[in-house]
């Protein structure tokens, strides 16, 4: 996917005129805020009736399949993967999820509806690969859709350093799929992180529970 789509590293007014804010504090870390009603669309789109969900440790990277299924939902008949790093999906992402995930529980039990089933085993066969490190999720009444987006490590390096004025973020892949299989989405990323989580409070010393 080619179309980017530049966005001004701050904001001149008070409302906020850019997509990306990004504060450099004097240790040179970075805290990013998006705006993504003002980031553009992704032109690309699929439609997943299944998905599953693995984590790379050694290369700290999560692995999303997203796919359409045969009739008994045991197996699909097509996938595309997206991978994300683990902190951005099981770190990031999730602790900015509690609002969506309650807003899906409100939605499954207006509807009567239950979270979709199965966890789905990743299939062994080779397909595309998306790469995103932003991940935007919207929820409605009967479908859901998750926008990726990619922020490349050389603009925030050229944003360092005071040599970008702009900043460039690329929309990759929008994923729909129904709101039952959202929460089964949620469920398999807090599992996950939770997991992942635990060594990281284990090596400060202290397990907590």
């Known amino acids: 996917m080619k179309r980017k789509n530049k966005i001004a590293l701050e904001t001149k007014s008070p409302q906020g005129q850019s997509a990306v804010q990004i504060d450099i504090r004097p240790d ?4 990013m805020k998006f705006d993504f009603s003002r980031l553009p669309e992704p032109a690309l789109y699929y439609y997943a009736d299944c998905l599953a969900m693995r984590v790379d440790s050694d290369n700290q990277m999560v692995i999303l399949t997203f796919g359409r299924s045969e009739g008994e939902r045991t197996k699909f008949m097509d996938h595309v993967e997206v991978v994300m790093p683990t902190d951005r999906l099981l770190g990031d992402f999730w602790k900015s999820a509690t609002d969506i995930n309650a807003a899906v529980d409100q939605i499954l039990q207006a509807r009567r509806w239950s979270a979709f089933p199965r966890q789905m085993e990743p299939p ?3 397909t595309q690969t998306f790469y995103a490190n932003v991940l935007f999720m919207v929820v409605g009444m009967g479908e859901s859709s998750l926008d990726f987006y990619h922020l490349s490590p050389r603009q925030i390096h050229f944003a360092k350093t005071g040599l970008l004025k702009e900043i460039q ?3 990759v892949l929008r994923v729909v799929i129904s709101t039952a299989l959202s929460k089964r989405f949620l469920l398999d990323v807090g599992r996950h992180s939770q997991e992942w989580q635990a060594p990281i409070r284990e090596s400060n010393g202290v397990v907590h529970a």
């Open 169 to 171: 973020v690329v929309p």
């Open 28 to 31: 040179s870390t970075m805290q």
């Open 124 to 126: 062994p066969d080779a």
